[in-house]
C-alpha cells in the first residue's frame, strides 16, 4: 500500500523558516522523481519544486526559487523542503507525491498534506 506522510508544517512569521518532511511506503521511492506540491484556499494544487530519483537534479517554481530547497534520502525513504524567507503567500497546504510530468496528474493518492501558514 503506497503511503504519503507529510509532516513539519506550522504557523510562523514571515521570514521565517519550516522544513518539511514526505516519509513514503509502498513503491519504489528511490527509482522515481518526486515532487512538493502546494494548494492555498480557493486556488488549486500547483507544483512546488521536483527532484530526480538520484536527488542531483532540482527544480522550483519561480515564486520559490532562492527560498526553498528540495532534498530527499533514499536509504529513509524521505524527502524534504526547506523553506526560509517564509512569505504570506506561502500560505498553503503542501503534498508530497511522484512526479510524471507537468501537467500530468501523480500515480498515487494525496496524503493529508501539512499546513502552513505564514503570518504576523
Known amino acids: 500500500q503506497v503511503q504519503l506522510v507529510e509532516s513539519g508544517g506550522g504557523l510562523v512569521q514571515p521570514g521565517g523558516s519550516l522544513r518539511l518532511s514526505c516519509a513514503t511506503s509502498?513503491?519504489?521511492?528511490?527509482?522515481?522523481?518526486m515532487s512538493w506540491y502546494r494548494q492555498a484556499p480557493g486556488k488549486e494544487r500547483d507544483l512546488v519544486a521536483r527532484?530526480?530519483?538520484?536527488?542531483?537534479?532540482?527544480d522550483y517554481t519561480n515564486s520559490v526559487k532562492g527560498r526553498f530547497t528540495i532534498s530527499r534520502d533514499n536509504a529513509k525513504n524521505l524527502m524534504y523542503l526547506q523553506m526560509n524567507s517564509l512569505k504570506p503567500e506561502d500560505t498553503a497546504t503542501y503534498y508530497c507525491?511522484?512526479?510524471?510530468?507537468?501537467?500530468?496528474?501523480?500515480?498515487?493518492?494525496w496524503g493529508q498534506g501539512t499546513q502552513v501558514t505564514v503570518s504576523s
Open positions: 507525491n511522484v512526479f510524471v510530468g507537468v501537467g500530468h496528474l501523480p500515480p498515487y493518492s
Open positions: 509502498g513503491f519504489n521511492f528511490s527509482r522515481v522523481p
Open positions: 527532484i530526480t530519483s538520484t536527488g542531483f537534479v532540482t
